[in-house]
C-alpha cells in the first residue's frame, strides 16, 4: 500500500448553499447551511486515504468543540491523527463558504490553529510521498520540503510567495489557471513535474516546459466545486507513486476531481478508488 504524510491544514467548513452568490454588498437569502470538516490538508489526506493510500496527517487544531467535528470524518476514513496537534492559544480554523446551485462557490477562511503549525511540531516518518499546500506558515512547508527523502508534492493553493527552494526541490508542483498566472515565471525553478487545472476544460501536466499529458474531466452533474482541487491533488501524486504513467495518472485525477463535485461539502464528496474507476 502506498504510504502518504500530509502537512497541512484543517479547518470546519460552514456552508451556505444559495440559488445565487452575492455581489458586493448585496444580501442573498433563502440559503440552506451545512457543516462540514474540511481545510485543505485534511481533505488531501482524507481524498488520498479514500483512494487507497496508507495516510498520515501533521496538523494542529484547537482545544475547542470545533476540533472535534473537523476531525471526525478523518479518524473514521482511518487517517492517522497521532500527530494532530491540539493547541491552547488558537482556535480550530474554520471555512466560510457560500455555494450556489450551479456549483460555484465563494471562501473565506478564519485560518486559527493552522497558524501555529511551526517546524518544530514537524516529526515526519517515512513514507512514499509528502503533500502539502500553503495554509499553514510557507516555514513549515520549507522545513518538510528539505527534511523529507521521498516524493514531495507542493500544492501552491492559496497563492502566496515561498521559498524557492521549495519548487526546487518538489516533484509535483499543483496549481490551477489562477494561481499559475499568480505564480508566472517563477515557476520556472520547479525542476519536477506542474499540474495545471482549467476546471471543466481538464488540466495539463508538464516538465521543462514539454508537456507529458494532458486529459479532460469525465462529464458530471456539478453540485458543488468546494474539494475538486483538493481530490486532484491527492489522486494524482498517489496515482504517480504508484507509477502510473504520467497520461493515466493525469486520468484518474481528473476522474476523482470530478467525481468529487458531484456532492455537498469537502470531505462528504470525496470519492472512493471504486468511484473513480466507474468514471473511467
Same mark, same amino acid.
Given at each position: 500500500?502506498?504510504?502518504i504524510?500530509v502537512v497541512?491544514s484543517?479547518?470546519?467548513?460552514?456552508?451556505a448553499?444559495?440559488?445565487?452568490?452575492?455581489?458586493?454588498?448585496?444580501?442573498?437569502?433563502g440559503?440552506?447551511l451545512?457543516r462540514?470538516?474540511?481545510?485543505?490538508?485534511a481533505?488531501?489526506a482524507l481524498?488520498?486515504a479514500r483512494?487507497?493510500?496508507?495516510?498520515?496527517l501533521l496538523?494542529c487544531?484547537?482545544k475547542?468543540a470545533?476540533?472535534?467535528?473537523?476531525l471526525a470524518?478523518l479518524?473514521?476514513?482511518g487517517?492517522?491523527?497521532a500527530?494532530?496537534?491540539a493547541?491552547?492559544?488558537?482556535a480550530?480554523g474554520?471555512?466560510?463558504i457560500?455555494?450556489?446551485?450551479?456549483?460555484?462557490n465563494?471562501?473565506?477562511v478564519?485560518?486559527g490553529?493552522?497558524?501555529?503549525?511551526?517546524?518544530?511540531?514537524?516529526?515526519i516518518?517515512?513514507a512514499?510521498?509528502?503533500?502539502?499546500?500553503?495554509?499553514?506558515?510557507t516555514?513549515?512547508?520549507s522545513y518538510?520540503?528539505k527534511?523529507?527523502?521521498?516524493?514531495f508534492?507542493v500544492n501552491?493553493?492559496?497563492?502566496?510567495?515561498v521559498d524557492?527552494?521549495? #519548487?526546487? =526541490? *518538489?516533484?509535483?508542483?499543483?496549481v490551477?489557471?489562477?494561481?499559475?498566472?499568480?505564480? $508566472? %515565471?517563477?515557476?520556472? &525553478?520547479c525542476?519536477?513535474m506542474?499540474?495545471?487545472t482549467y476546471?471543466?476544460?481538464g488540466?495539463?501536466l508538464?516538465k521543462n516546459?514539454?508537456? #507529458?499529458? =494532458? *486529459?479532460r474531466p469525465?462529464?458530471?452533474?456539478v453540485?458543488?466545486?468546494?474539494?475538486? $482541487? %483538493?481530490?486532484?491533488? &491527492?489522486?494524482?501524486?498517489?496515482?504517480?507513486v504508484?507509477g502510473q504513467?504520467p497520461?493515466?495518472?493525469?486520468?484518474?485525477?481528473?476522474?476523482?476531481g470530478a467525481? *468529487?463535485?458531484?456532492?455537498?461539502?469537502?470531505?462528504?464528496?470525496l470519492p472512493?478508488?471504486?468511484?473513480?474507476m466507474?468514471?473511467?
Open positions: 500500500m502506498t504510504s504524510v497541512g484543517v479547518n470546519l467548513d460552514i456552508v448553499t444559495a440559488d445565487r452568490l452575492p455581489a458586493p454588498g448585496e444580501t442573498v437569502t440559503a440552506e451545512g462540514y470538516p474540511g481545510g485543505k490538508g481533505n488531501q481524498a488520498a483512494l487507497g493510500a496508507d495516510v498520515c496538523a487544531v484547537g475547542d470545533a476540533a472535534g467535528e473537523a470524518m479518524r473514521a476514513g487517517v492517522d491523527l500527530a494532530c496537534i493547541v491552547d492559544e488558537f480550530t474554520v471555512a466560510l457560500s455555494v450556489a446551485k450551479s456549483g460555484e465563494q471562501i473565506v478564519a485560518p490553529a493552522n497558524r501555529a503549525l511551526m517546524p518544530e511540531h514537524l516529526a516518518p517515512a512514499d510521498a509528502l503533500i502539502c499546500q500553503l495554509e499553514v506558515p516555514e513549515t512547508i518538510a520540503a527534511t523529507f527523502a521521498g516524493f508534492c501552491l493553493a492559496p497563492a502566496r510567495r524557492v527552494t521549495v #519548487l526546487q =526541490r *518538489a516533484d509535483l508542483v499543483v490551477n489557471e489562477t494561481e499559475a498566472a499568480w505564480y $508566472g %515565471d517563477s515557476l520556472a &525553478a525542476n519536477g506542474i499540474a495545471t476546471g471543466a476544460a488540466a495539463v508538464q516546459g514539454e508537456d #507529458l499529458a =494532458r *486529459a469525465p462529464r458530471v452533474q453540485v458543488d466545486t468546494t474539494a475538486a $482541487g %483538493d481530490t486532484f491533488t &491527492a489522486a494524482l501524486a498517489v496515482a504517480l504508484e504513467s497520461q493515466d495518472a493525469l486520468n484518474f485525477a481528473c476522474a476523482a467525481a *468529487a463535485t458531484t456532492k455537498v461539502g469537502a470531505q462528504p464528496s472512493t478508488r471504486d468511484e473513480v466507474q468514471l473511467l
